[in-house]
């Protein structure tokens, strides 16, 4: 992507199929794929090939219902402008991971193609919102739906890790669909109920954030509530804790790119540091039980690229904050947490993600149905019940399939998630 080197995960979209590399969007609503038009001479030439856009006049299976919003209502109040921010909606073949992986098919599913530079990627939608296009009595059935219904996942639910490039080459991202895999994350028995806002289902108390960068070990003198939302590549946080990083790490506020951009010279010198962030989490802003997610400067140190900036440059992603509805964990978040997140409870949890190694396999478990007239009761986490191993992934390759779990893990493979709440979309103009 042109704000980071993330993991991203393979579809096909369209008859015949198009091979397509996605981004999770924990806070999207739909699959959605870059189109031609969002590339234009002004832009680098290879930008068809990085953003892997969609062609629909190339797909028989494309059928077009209108142009709609994105419906960014979140993002919306992060700069995101929900009213230009258009998709061509159409219903779709997608289909799972590469060809000949193996992975399930979803047919006339939700499809919103998108020319907007705030989303140089397609996005996987993971929020469980309906879509209603033509009318809200009309929801349209999502993926993970259909796979539920289908007896391919056990349960609506889903666990993400970005991953980080910085951290090695084994450091991918990992989505699993209907489970988790306990190789990926330390083990912890806390659980954060969804709050009542229904379109901001993640929100976690962020009770202290600490370095052990010299001189600055607090960097968050009283907690806040923040929104996780890996739609977003930065971490938004109130400006006197942005101050405090700025202390601590020598950084320097960019106005005309409006981000924390570095020069060689303070890029080397915060390599060279290597300072630790951690960030201290609980249900609620303060009190209680909690977790500590550790970052390294690596989960910091990013690269933005044009057309987000003027000039390469590393970048430092956070952002300023200036009021609470902008207190944000974006997909920065994920690359040192796992978050593991179940539709069917209203509950979500958080881990510190872990870097697989070539003696720790992948371990998919279950998260089975709460209806004990479908299924057994949820596995703890504790248990570590080895359902399945699969074998490691080389770098774009799937992991599999686990059917004796029937839940999906992707190392390189885009997913999507049930859409439990309805919401109706505005046509655009």
């Not at 068809?48 to 969609?54: D, P």
């Not at 907007?116 to 990627?121: A, L, P, R």
Request: proline fraction near 7%.
């Amino acid at each position: 992507g042109i704000d980071g080197p993330w993991s991203t995960f393979w579809a096909q979209v369209g008859t015949p199929p198009q091979v397509v590399r996605l981004l999770p969007g924990t806070s999207a609503d739909a699959l959605w794929v870059p189109l031609p038009e969002g590339c234009t001479s002004q832009d680098p030439p290879d930008c068809l090939q990085s953003r892997t856009v969609f062609n629909p006049n190339e797909s028989s299976t494309w059928h077009q219902i209108g142009i709609y919003h994105l419906g960014l209502s979140q993002e919306s109040f992060l700069g995101y402008d929900p009213d230009t921010d258009n998709a061509k909606d159409a219903n779709e073949t997608f289909t799972l991971g590469l060809p000949g992986s193996g992975l399930p098919t979803v047919n006339n599913s939700i499809v919103e193609g998108i020319a907007t530079k705030d989303f140089y990627m397609g996005l996987i939608g993971l929020n469980p919102q309906a879509i209603n296009l033509s009318s809200i009595a009309d929801p349209q059935p999502s993926l993970l739906q259909s796979l539920r219904d289908s007896g391919s996942i056990p349960s609506l639910s889903w666990a993400y890790t970005a991953g980080s490039v910085n951290l090695g080459s084994a450091a991918y991202g990992s989505l699993t669909l209907g489970g988790y895999d306990t190789s990926r994350f330390l083990v912890n028995n806390l659980s954060f109920p969804f709050v009542a806002d229904s379109s901001r289902d993640l929100v976690i108390g962020v009770q202290s954030i600490k370095t052990d960068a010299p001189n600055n070990s607090s960097l968050l003198t009283e907690g806040i509530s923040a929104f996780i939302d890996s739609l977003v590549p930065e971490f938004w946080l109130p400006l006197e804790v942005c101050t405090a990083f700025e202390q601590a790490f020598g950084l320097t506020w960019n106005e005309t790119e409006s981000r924390y951009l570095l020069n060689d010279s303070a890029h080397n010198a915060l390599v060279d540091l290597n300072p630790n962030v951690t960030f201290t989490l609980g249900a609620e802003s303060s009190g209680g039980d909690n977790v500590n997610i550790v970052f390294p400067y690596t989960s910091f140190d990013l690269t933005a690229t044009p057309p987000l900036v003027n000039k390469s440059s590393s970048y430092f992603p956070l952002k300023r904050a200036q009021n609470s509805t902008q207190y944000t964990l974006g997909r920065a978040f994920f690359q040192n947490a796992y978050v593991i997140t179940d539709y069917e409870r209203s509950n979500f949890s958080v881990h510190q993600a872990l870097v697989p190694s070539s003696t720790n396999k992948q371990n998919l478990v279950p998260i089975l149905s709460p209806n004990p007239t479908e299924q057994p009761s949820q596995p703890s986490l504790t248990s570590q019940t080895n359902k399945s191993n699969s074998s490691g992934v080389s770098g774009g390759a799937i992991a599999g399939i686990v059917i004796g779990v029937l839940a999906v893990l992707i190392a390189a493979v885009g997913a999507i998630l049930f859409y439990r709440r309805q919401k109706k979309r505005r046509r655009s103009e």
